[in-house]
């Protein structure tokens, strides 16, 4: 039986390891192709892959399968749920593999990209640049086609020029595809969200009623350098999304 393959991941260890793991194993589940495999590699070949213990993989895996992602048979091994529903919860994380494992996993269409002015509030975020690209994208339940959120992305032009946009329509999140494919080395994101309420055109793309509750999510993607290379706004369904902030705790 063929095994499904998670995406590589470099490891953070100022954060725990586990959950690492399982935020990266995450994200490739949900950003799975419909035709992948289902069975997960052993335990042990997980661990390798990851360059962590055995013990830290079976945490990451024990919070796997209690969102439900996953179910784990004595014997037969550990397996996808083909048809889970995603959890929608909106959350501030310390990683990269955790940003991309929230943004995976939903059907993507390209409404628009291209080049346009620096928006007024963005340009002490693009000093002296007059124009960056712009990706426009809604993103829908994977099955029900059903709307849950639509995102607005500004991209350094010479950052934009390494981007595919067909990787986009194929559900890749703007954060994987500035890492994996145009070679973006990120340093950090910075999030920002808040309470708004449903202006037309949010209301018509996510099919709400006009000031319906939406969380407006802004993130500002550095590279090593520090220069921005990626300023997205999200607007995501208030009824279909929480909002929650994970603090762990200094070891003893």
């Known amino acids: 039986m063929a095994l499904f393959a998670p995406d590589s991941l470099e490891l953070n260890r100022k954060l725990p390891l586990w959950y690492q793991v399982s935020q990266s194993l995450r994200a490739s589940i949900l950003g799975r192709r419909p035709d992948s495999p289902l069975r997960l590699p052993t335990e042990d070949r997980l661990a390798e892959h990851y360059g962590v213990s055995v013990l830290t993989m079976r945490q990451a895996l024990k919070e796997l399968e209690s969102e439900g992602l996953i179910t784990r048979h004595r014997r037969r091994g550990t ?104 070679g973006v080395r990120i340093s950090r994101i910075t999030d920002t969200v808040e309470a708004r309420l449903a202006d037309p055109e949010t209301a018509r793309l996510l099919q709400v009623p006009l000031l319906s509750p939406i969380l407006h999510y802004t993130g500002v993607t550095r590279d090593t350098d520090g220069t921005v290379v990626d300023v997205v706004r999200i607007h995501y369904r208030g009824d279909r999304f929480s909002f929650s902030v994970t603090v762990e705790a200094a070891p003893d």
Request: charged share 30%; no cysteine.
């Open 79 to 182: 397996f996808i749920e083909p048809d889970v529903r995603r959890e929608r919860t909106v959350r501030v994380l310390g990683s990269v593999d955790a940003i991309v494992a929230q943004q995976s996993g939903e059907e993507t269409t390209l409404l628009h990209h291209g080049p346009e002015p620096v928006p007024p509030e963005h340009t002490a975020h693009f000093p002296g640049l007059p124009e960056v690209t712009v990706y426009r994208r809604l993103r829908s339940e994977r099955g029900s086609g059903e709307p849950v959120n639509w995102a607005e992305n500004w991209i350094r032009p010479d950052v934009a020029e390494r981007l595919d946009p067909e990787r986009l329509e194929h559900g890749w999140p703007m954060t994987k595809v500035l890492r994996d494919a145009a």
